[in-house]
T-cell receptor, first 108, second 113 residues
């Protein structure tokens, strides 16, 4: 069965501190992994996907198949990064399955 | 492009009433998804369509929920009768292909009293 686990409901950091939002998944094949973000009063939107291997707004995420993880990282958090972050997985021929989300709060 | 359009933005109803949520996907997108967001369960997939045909409805909670897509530009999610535990934000999303990123609507916040 497909499953996405985000162990932290809330992550609070100070501005300038490193951020790591954890995501673990369960899937028997080769999944596609994504991070979606929902800023206050905005739509849920794609932040990045593992196949792109790019950095968006300073965030990166590396797929670790051995640990079945896709943690989201940023070396220096900004206040504008405060949002709800969802890790998501898509298997072959299936729809996107989301984790329960992590609220990131960045304070000055 | 206005993106995925959902209506209404907010719905407050009494237990036992019928509720209909509406969604207009992005023109040209072949896939349409309905998700439900709650604090306890996060974002759950309810059902999705490809070319107006329901592909997977295993996430629909129970028979009180039904979804239709009569044409490529419109979908409805109906709850009859509604219950307080149905209170949540319901999102519609569309994508151009099965492996394309999802584009979400603003959601409908449903409150059942």
């Amino acid at each position: 069965a497909q499953r996405v686990t985000q162990p932290e409901k809330l992550l609070s950091v100070f501005k300038g501190a490193p951020v790591e939002l954890k995501c673990n998944y369960s899937y028997s094949g080769s999944p596609e992994l994504f991070w979606y973000v929902q800023y206050s009063r905005q739509r849920l939107q794609l932040l990045l996907r593992h196949i792109s291997r790019e950095s968006i707004k300073g965030f990166t995420a590396d797929l670790n198949k051995g640990e079945t993880s896709f943690h989201l990282k940023k070396p220096f958090a900004q206040e504008e990064d405060s949002a709800m972050y969802y890790c998501a997985l898509r298997g072959v021929g299936t729809a996107l399955i989301f984790g329960k989300g992590t609220t990131l709060s960045v304070s000055s | 492009d206005a993106g995925v359009i959902q209506s209404p933005r907010h719905e407050v109803t009494e237990m036992g009433q019928e509720v209909t949520l509406r969604c207009k996907p992005i023109s040209g997108h072949d896939y349409l998804f309905w998700y439900r967001q709650t604090m306890m369960r996060g974002l759950e997939l309810l059902i999705y369509f490809n070319n107006n045909v329901p592909i997977d409805d295993s996430g629909m909670p129970e028979d009180r929920f039904s979804a239709k897509m009569p044409n490529a530009s419109f979908s409805t999610l109906k709850i009859q009768p509604s219950e307080p535990r149905d209170s949540a934000v319901y999102f519609c999303a569309s994508s151009s292909r099965g492996n394309s990123p999802l584009h979400f609507g603003n959601g409908t916040r449903l409150t059942v009293t």
